[in-house]
């Protein structure tokens, strides 16, 4: 008896051992690509490391920190991002499902829909930063010639018109992305389901919020998990369309500035990190607070 | 409470495949009615529609004296309990069987009230706050059951309700079911491609063929009294017999034996020609068992072939010997009878008494009851009837 026991957990000791070894190659690479230089702007984080006058270094400790927590641009690009993160998010999870919604029940064409659907994914986001901005250039765009607009709006020149249309541009690029996820989640809720649920007496609406949202909260939490952690590092877009004028700056902008700009290594790598603890928190959000539970009651 | 008819009613799908062909039924208030039939014949297509959850393509059908072709599942007050339940994953039972009563806005104390008594009847009280997930599958089947029966329905449709469990609890939701049925005094359709299940639960039952309805019947009409060649050989278990015939003057000729006919099977045959002739398996015996009826029957041997032993009775195959075999596999197959089609026309299984001496390979005996002959057209598959 007890020995039957010693080879099983023999068996299952060199299994796990061996589970281990066959991620050690994967386990390392990831370490020297990504722990590595996130310990390395931790370390330039605490230090006072300025390109323009190398020879005032030192360990400054938490100044750098305290010095952009102090500072109101900090604040300011933090309340960009965040906005710009939730408005977009929130557009792109509501037209994401619809879009989900018509793939999964479109009866001719499936495949020719799914593909068109994911050409904006395909383009690379800076192509299509400038492609939005072209099209909301104050002369040359073809927007301010549509009807109903004025024909000299000036898109950029001001904070909240700028911020429209870098979520239009965010919005149109990773809809795409959030729908196939969220198809994803629609296509393992079995039919019946819908079928019990007319004969129960669900209208359509119902439906949908009583049977096929709860049943796609795994889903809809992945696809929000990651849009939200794309999002909140959003760069290219607002580097492209107005380079953080009009205080649309991004932290992720804000962090590039202060590095590859001012050359000031020790504030940039604070700012970094600080985006980091950020992207951590939301990340641990997600998973820790909403995604404990599958709908049907065991845990995942 | 409420009847339903069925009046031509049509489905073809969009691929043009007509998977119910001009049904006509009439299922009457109370009544428990089963749809019976192989696999694809179209009962399922045919239950939905009667829900709503399939458009009726032509045709009639009314639910309570009202023609509901174009209302919604939600608008025909009828429930359903389906092959794999479709329970919903996220809600407990107490809200599976209570979702439909919500929808409806009820109030939520005689919710609460209802479902607990519903499940006080199908014992599940102690399981109403856990999720479908964690259930055992009899009890997911008594919660898709409950479900259906809180609502208080007009009519309960049950598509094939137990045929994910095993076969012991097979046997004992039968019962159940048959019993709450018989209680609740509701309407009730119940597809099921099992004939023993559709013999001993219904009031009545109708056989269904690829899409077209073949015999609505009592069990006890459906076994005796079968219209044609497909009933005659769904119905029963094991199948009934069909060996080929001659009819000659007041006899009728089979490989193994001549057996004189009854006025009622002259008046079948109507003259002499060419029959199929359907004996079940329990009216063949062992002529050293059969006693004082020895003489009100047939006696004719034949070299035993396969015994299987069931213990309380014995199935002993013995080949008919026939040369026209092929004729009966053609109607067979032209009724739709895949199991004799595939060659095994020419075996004839007999049900004796455990005390049968019946060896494989030996020579038996075998006593056949003249009267219990049935005859059916080589051509149509149709019974012969007087
Ligand atoms: N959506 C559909 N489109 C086209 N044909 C269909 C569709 N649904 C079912 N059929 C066809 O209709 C016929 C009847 O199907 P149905 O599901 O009613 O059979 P069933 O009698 O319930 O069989 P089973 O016992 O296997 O459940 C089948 O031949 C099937 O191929
Ligand atoms: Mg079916």
Redesign the interface.
Known sequence: MSQVKTAISDRARSERRLGWLLCAPAAIAMLAVTAYPIGYAIVLSLQQVDLRFPDEGGFVGLQNYGAVLSSDLWWTDLFNTIFLSVISVSIELCLGMVIALVMHRAIFGRGVVRTSVLIPYGIVTVVAAFSWQFAFAPDTGFINHLPFIADDKDWFGERFSAFSVIIMAEVWKTTPFMALLLLAGLTTIDDGLYDAAKVDGASAWQRFTRITLPLMKPAILVALLFRTLDAFRIFDTIFIMTNGAQDTQSVSILGYQQLISRLNLGLGSAVSVLIFVCVLFIAVFFVKFLGARQPDGSST | MAEIVLDKVTKKYGDGYEAVKSMDLEIADGEFMILVGPSGCGKSTAL?MI???EDISEGELSIGGEVVNNR???DRD???V?Q?Y?????MTVRENMG??LK??KVDGKEIDAKVEEAAATLDLTEHLD?????LSGGQRQRVAMG?AIV?EPKAFLMDEPLSNLDAKLRVQMRTEVAELQDRLGTTTVYVTHDQTEAMTLGDRVAVMKSGVLQQVDSPGNLYNDPVNLFVAGFIGSPSMNFIHGQVNGGEVELPFATIPLNDDLKGAAGGDREVICGIRPEHFEDAELIGDHLGDGVTFEAKINLVESMGSELYAYFESGSEESGKVEEAASAAGLEALAGGDAGQVVTRLPPESKAKRGETLKFWVDPDRLLFFDPESGNRLKS
């Open positions: 939905n829900a709503g959850l919604a599942p939600r009828i429930a359903m389906f794999n479709a329970l919903y994953p996220h979702f439909a929808l409806a856990r999720k479908p997930a964690n479900r609502r």
